[in-house]
């Protein structure tokens, strides 16, 4: 990237004061970089993402149409402090108000030092982001948003356009690639007008941002300045090593007691940060290390070996379809079971573990069992079935039972309750693994543990990524133990929690 530094004095061969007085220059500059700010403070407010596309379009619609006005009259200042009578009052075919609101054309004025700039940080950004391929560069986003009407139509969407029809706006919709661009013109203006502060993209920013986390004091043992630039030695750079600290902690051996302690509170405090503010830049950073591997080589980001969506999310839809069978020495039972609650699939899971538990409610359900069918302290066999397939099939006892609303323990006796009530809900604790056709398997334990860890998968700690080769193997031959799950829990296939790869496994009935 060329260095902002090339524009000291501006230019010898044309002044700035050939144009207009330097002071009418910064007043104009100053007024820019502030309506960025009001317009960066604005986007804050707008906070998550809609699952109807019109509406975010009216959600984001005064940050778009704000930064579109804005980032046109950046870069028309820019080619105006260059160019004679660019910004005269006149409307000729080679002036400001000739080139209209068509970004495109007044991008294709600007020097090439100027381009140049913008470009480096819409292609660092657009990497950041995952911009769509077909706009590589921002000449292109630029043409994109230029057509069918340009920044008048997302002016007037509201009135004149379908909401419901998204291909009618120019797009892509984004609201943050425009606030980058800008942000990049505003640099390029206070560098011309003030001291040169460079260019402030996207790594400069994350960069400031974990240096921030780190400036907490260090605890008085176990941990030294020695130890912290070890560290980001060791991952490659700042970026790098809290992005291999967020995805593979539990797994990384390398890194003491003491100092992935420390990070994690440095990793929470910029959490916390991040929110307060609404940083997206900071939360999406935290977000993508915690779900692939994602690396930076000082100018572009990659990612790769995105761990599976959420549970929540995969299921959504379709769901349904769970079913239980029960089988003791003296009774069985079978039949469907109501689905998990949405709000705890992320850690949630099957009890492939002796000590684990699987709950059971039969709340939406006709054909709940009977009280007798389940008694609290009862031992057998435990099918979990979706689809009709099983996914988990245990020795287990039911550790509690009730109607809707009551709750029995193993103590309390069965004649005290209404033995023809049918059950609302019942827990099941495993308790060992069921003798397979080839005689495989154990005995019920007596005495199980007590889940400690919930059902994350313990392969991989619960973070989803090889223990091996801590989520960064680039392809097949780089790591064999996840040769079949590239850089991914070979055991979880990237979830995380024990059961969830075999629960999508049997999403199609």
């Known amino acids: 990237m060329a260095a902002v530094s090339e524009y000291a004095d501006l230019e010898k061969k044309h002044g700035l004061e050939d144009v207009m007085p330097?002071?009418?220059?910064?007043?104009?500059?100053?007024?820019?970089?502030?309506?960025?700010?009001?317009?960066?403070?604005?986007?804050?407010?707008?906070?998550?993402?809609?699952?109807?596309?019109?509406?975010?379009?009216?959600?984001?619609?005064?940050?778009?149409?704000?930064?579109?006005?804005?980032?046109?009259?950046?870069?028309?200042?820019?080619?105006g402090i260059r160019t004679t009578g660019y910004l005269d009052d006149g409307g000729g075919a080679k002036t400001a108000k000739g080139d209209g609101h068509n970004l495109a054309k007044v991008f294709s004025r600007l020097s090439e030092l100027d381009r140049g700039l913008l470009e480096e940080c819409y292609a660092e950004y657009a990497s950041f982001i995952q911009f769509p391929p077909e706009f590589q560069k921002l000449e292109q986003y630029l043409q994109g948003v230029s057509k069918k009407g340009g920044q008048i139509a997302w002016r007037y969407f509201l009135l004149e356009k379908s909401p419901k029809n998204m291909k009618e706006l120019p797009g892509p919709l984004s609201p943050d690639m425009f606030l980058e661009i800008t942000r990049s013109a505003t640099d390029i203006l206070m560098a011309k007008a003030w001291t040169d502060h460079g260019m402030h993209g996207v790594h400069r920013r994350l960069q400031h941002q974990l240096c921030a986390a780190l400036s907490q004091p260090l605890p008085q043992e176990g941990v030294s300045i020695e130890d912290l630039n070890a560290w980001v030695q060791r991952g490659g750079g700042l970026i790098n090593a809290f992005s291999r600290h967020i995805r593979a902690r539990a797994l990384d051996?390398?890194?003491?007691?003491?100092?992935?302690?420390?990070?994690?509170?440095?990793?929470?405090?910029?959490?916390?940060?991040?929110?307060?503010?609404?940083?997206?830049?900071t939360l999406r950073f935290l977000h993508m290390a915690s779900r692939c591997c994602m690396t930076t080589d000082g100018k572009r980001f990659e990612f790769r070996n995105h761990r599976p969506e959420p549970l929540s999310k995969s299921l959504r839809p379709p769901r349904g379809g769970w079913s239980t069978s029960w089988r003791t020495k003296e009774s069985s039972w079978s039949g469907p079971i109501d689905d998990p609650p949405s709000q705890r699939l992320d850690d949630w899971g099957l009890p492939l573990r002796t000590g684990q538990a699987f709950k059971a409610s039969w709340r939406r359900?006709?054909?709940?069992?009977?009280?007798?069918?389940?008694?609290?302290?009862?031992?057998?066999?435990?099918?979990?079935?979706?689809?009709?397939?099983?996914?988990?099939?245990?020795?287990?006892?039911?550790?509690?039972?009730?109607?809707q609303g009551r709750f029995i323990g193993p103590d309390e006796p069965l004649e005290s309750t209404d033995r023809g009530e049918k059950l609302g809900h019942a827990t099941f604790r495993r308790t060992g693994d069921c003798r397979a056709a080839d005689g495989a398997g154990s005995e019920p334990e007596r005495h199980y543990p007590a889940l400690v860890e919930g059902y994350a998968c313990p392969e991989c700690a619960g973070t989803g990524f090889c223990r091996n080769c801590l989520g960064e193997a680039a392809n097949a031959d780089d790591c064999h133990a996840c040769a079949d799950a590239l850089g991914l829990c070979p055991a979880c296939r990237g979830h995380g929690q024990d059961g969830h790869y075999a629960i999508l496994a049997a999403t199609d009935a």
């Open 22 to 79: 330097v002071d009418q220059y910064r007043h104009k500059a100053h007024l820019m970089e502030g309506a960025f700010h009001q317009l960066v403070e604005h986007r804050r407010q707008v906070q998550g993402r809609d699952l109807a596309p019109h509406y975010d379009a009216i959600r984001f619609w005064p940050v778009v149409v704000g930064a579109y006005s804005l980032l046109e009259q950046c870069i028309k200042l820019l080619v």
């Open 365 to 403: 359900t006709e054909n709940a069992p009977a009280m007798q069918e389940l008694v609290p302290g009862t031992e057998g066999e435990l099918k979990v079935l979706r689809h009709g397939q099983v996914l988990a099939n245990m020795w287990a006892r039911v550790s509690s039972s009730g109607p």
């Open 253 to 281: 051996g390398e890194c003491g007691d003491a100092l992935a302690k420390w990070l994690d509170e440095a990793v929470e405090q910029l959490r916390q940060s991040a929110e307060e503010r609404y940083d997206v830049d």
